[in-house]
Each structure stands twice: as structure tokens, then as C-alpha cells.
Antibody
Framework: QVQLQESGPGLVKPSQTLSLNCNVS??????????WSWLRQPAGKGLEWIGR???????NYNPSLKSRVTMSVGSSKNQFSLKVTSVTAADTAVYYC??????????WGQGTLVTVSS | EIVLTQSPGTLSLSPGERATLSCRAS???????LAWYQQKPGQGPRLLIY???SRASGIPDRFSGSGSGTDFTLTISRLEPEDFAVYYC???????????FGPGTKVDIK
């Protein structure tokens, strides 16, 4: 069974860059049929899809965040990453990574809380 | 973009009862792009239903999905204690080809 685990700083200062990694175990990130997504959930609120990356490096981003987001696949590790630039308090949320196939997200990590504060 | 609305916001039921959760889309969507997830506190969501009516791997048969067009339903035939959680519907598509989620329905113990 594929498992995903998010990692990265829990506190980021305003205007700086948020960087997270997602480590994948139990399956290869190079499996061509899947894609790798990031989502977030502010406290007490719903889910927002940030975007996805394929092993080939192809990306699709939510237009609401596209100008600030970069996703990539690790070159030598079974992981993928997220960067969000110029963060504000509105970016404070639990961030999830997930494995997707076609129109659904099959497996999710447990999430990691990122707080934007000085 | 397509907006998903879920009702009710909260459903208070007892174990053993039947739960019926609704998800309505602002425009007609393809059935194969509609999914349902369960989320418990402190956990990531778990895929329950995809393609509007297909159960994901390992999901008990008390969970079922139905619907088409703009109206979709998740039914839990007999609530077990572990089923009390928040449920989200999700669709993929729209002009920007993105994933969007409904606001969720919380199923809590009456």
C-alpha cells in the first residue's frame, strides 16, 4: 500500500517561501499512470487543490495560486515537492500530499501544519 | 468554475441508522469525475467512492454512491461508530481543469 508523508518547516515568515516535501513509500513515484498532488485545508475550513505534478515533470496548478506555486519531482529520491512564494497569513493551513489517478485522489498523507507568522 | 454544494451541513444520527448525504453541482458534470471522501479529525481524507458510484479499494459495502448530472448522493446504509466523520464530495473539470471540493457534511452522533 502506498504511503505518503509530508515534511517541512512548520513556521514560515510572511513574504518568504514555503517549501514542503512528500516522501512516497510502498510504490514508485515513477509509475506512469499516477500523478502527485498538493492540497491544503485552513483550520475549520474545506479542502483546496493546489496542483499536481507527473513524474515527467508536467504540472497543472490551480489558477488561484498559479503565480506563486512550483511543484517538482525529486531527481534521486522517491519524493516530490511544493514551493509557495510570497506567503501571507492566508497561506496558513494543513498541507496534504496525495497520489492521484484519473479524476480522484487515491491516497493521502496525514498532513502537516504550516503557520505563516513573524 | 463549477461550485459544489453539500447538504445538510450537519447530520445527527445514531449508530445503525441510515445516512443520506447530498452533493449538488452548479453545472452538470460527468459522473466519472465525482468522488466522495471521509475525513476524521487529525487525518487526511480517505477516498470512498469514485466515478459517482464505484467503491474504492477496501471500502465496506455499506457505503454507496449514486447520481448524475448535477445531483449526487452518498448513502451509508447502517452507521457504524467509526463512520462519524466529515464527508466531502469532489469533482474534476471545469474550464480550468481543476479539482474542487464541496464544503463538507459532518455526520455526528445523536
Amino acid at each position: 500500500q502506498v504511503q505518503l508523508q509530508e515534511s517541512g518547516p512548520g513556521l514560515v515568515k510572511p513574504s518568504q517561501t514555503l517549501s514542503l516535501n512528500c516522501n512516497v513509500s510502498g510504490g514508485s513515484i515513477s509509475s506512469g499512470s499516477y500523478y502527485w498532488s498538493w492540497l491544503r485545508q485552513p483550520a475549520g475550513k474545506g479542502l483546496e487543490w493546489i496542483g499536481r505534478v507527473y513524474f515527467s515533470g508536467t504540472t497543472n496548478y490551480n489558477p488561484s495560486l498559479k503565480s506563486r506555486v512550483t511543484m517538482s519531482v525529486g531527481s534521486s529520491k522517491n519524493q516530490f515537492s511544493l514551493k509557495v512564494t510570497s506567503v501571507t497569513a492566508a497561506d496558513t493551513a494543513v498541507y496534504y500530499c496525495a497520489r492521484g489517478y484519473r479524476y480522484q485522489l487515491l491516497d493521502w498523507g496525514q498532513g502537516t501544519l504550516v503557520t505563516v507568522s513573524s | 468554475e463549477i461550485v459544489l454544494t453539500q447538504s445538510p451541513g450537519t447530520l445527527s444520527l445514531s449508530p445503525g441508522e441510515r445516512a443520506t448525504l447530498s452533493c449538488r453541482a452548479s453545472h452538470s458534470i460527468l459522473s466519472n469525475s465525482l468522488a466522495w471522501y471521509q475525513q476524521k479529525p487529525g487525518q487526511g481524507p480517505r477516498l470512498l467512492i469514485y466515478g459517482a458510484s464505484s467503491r474504492a479499494s477496501g471500502i465496506p459495502d455499506r457505503f454507496s454512491g449514486s447520481g448524475s448530472g448535477t445531483d449526487f448522493t452518498l448513502t451509508i446504509s447502517r452507521l457504524e461508530p467509526e463512520d462519524f466523520a466529515v464527508y466531502y464530495c469532489q469533482q474534476y473539470g471545469g474550464s480550468s481543469s481543476i479539482f474542487t471540493f464541496g464544503p463538507g457534511t459532518k455526520v455526528d452522533i445523536k
